[in-house]
C-alpha cells in the first residue's frame, strides 16, 4: 500500500523538474586553506523559475561542479517566491540593495523586451518578466546582482492590493500609464 502512494510523489517530483526553468549564473573557484595546504571548492549560483511568476535563488559549494550545481537548483526550488506580474511587466518601479549592488527595475510596455544583463536577466527570465527595464549600480559581483534582484522582486506589490491598503478605489491607485489604455 505504501509503495503505492510513494511512486506518483516521484513522478510528480519529475514533472516538476521538467517544467521549471533553471539557469546557472555564476561558477566561482573556492579555497579553504587547511593544515596541509588548500582544498578547493566550487560555488555555484543558481535561478530557478516557472516562467509564470515565481522564482527562486539558491547557492550551493561543494568539491566538483556537477555537486555544486545540484545543490544550488535545489536550495532555489526550496526558496522559491511568487513575484506579482501584471501583464508582461512588473506592476512599479522598485529598487532592491543587497551589500554594494543595487537594482533598479521599471516596467516597460509591451515589445520593450527585458533590458537586462547578466544574472538580472536570468532572474527576470525564470521569473516569466517579458518587457522591464534595468538597470544595475554600484558593486558587479554576481552573487550581490543576484540577490538585490531577488530583494526587488520580494518589494513589488499589486496595483489592487495598494488600494486595499489606502482604502481607496483601483483607479484612483493605477499608475497613469495603465489608465491611458483602460
Known amino acids: 500500500m ?12 519529475e514533472e516538476e523538474k521538467e517544467e521549471l526553468d533553471e539557469r ?5 573557484r573556492v579555497a579553504k586553506v587547511v593544515k596541509g595546504g588548500r582544498t578547493f571548492g566550487f560555488r555555484v549560483t543558481a535561478v ?13 559549494k561543494a568539491r566538483t561542479v556537477p555537486d555544486a550545481i545540484a545543490k544550488a537548483t535545489q536550495r532555489a526550488r526550496k526558496d522559491m517566491h511568487p513575484v506579482p506580474i501584471e ?22 510596455t509591451p515589445g ?27 558593486s558587479t559581483k554576481a552573487i550581490n546582482v543576484v540577490q538585490a534582484t531577488m530583494d526587488a522582486l520580494s518589494q513589488l506589490r499589486r496595483v489592487e492590493q495598494v488600494a486595499e491598503e489606502r482604502g481607496k ?13 483602460a
Open 169 to 181: 478605489p483601483v483607479a484612483e491607485v493605477m499608475p497613469f500609464w495603465r489608465r491611458r489604455k
Open 112 to 138: 520593450t523586451g527585458v533590458i537586462a544583463g547578466g544574472g538580472v536577466r536570468a532572474v527576470l527570465g525564470a521569473a516569466g518578466v517579458r518587457d522591464v527595464l534595468t538597470k544595475s549600480m554600484g
Open 48 to 60: 530557478v523559475g516557472d516562467n509564470t511568476g515565481q522564482v527562486g535563488m539558491g547557492i550551493g
Open 87 to 108: 501583464g508582461t511587466t512588473i506592476p512599479h518601479e522598485v529598487v532592491g540593495v543587497c551589500g554594494g549592488a543595487r537594482v533598479m527595475l521599471r516596467p516597460a
Open 2 to 13: 505504501e509503495d503505492r502512494r510513494e511512486r506518483p510523489r516521484t513522478r510528480r517530483v
Open 24 to 28: 546557472v549564473i555564476d561558477i566561482t
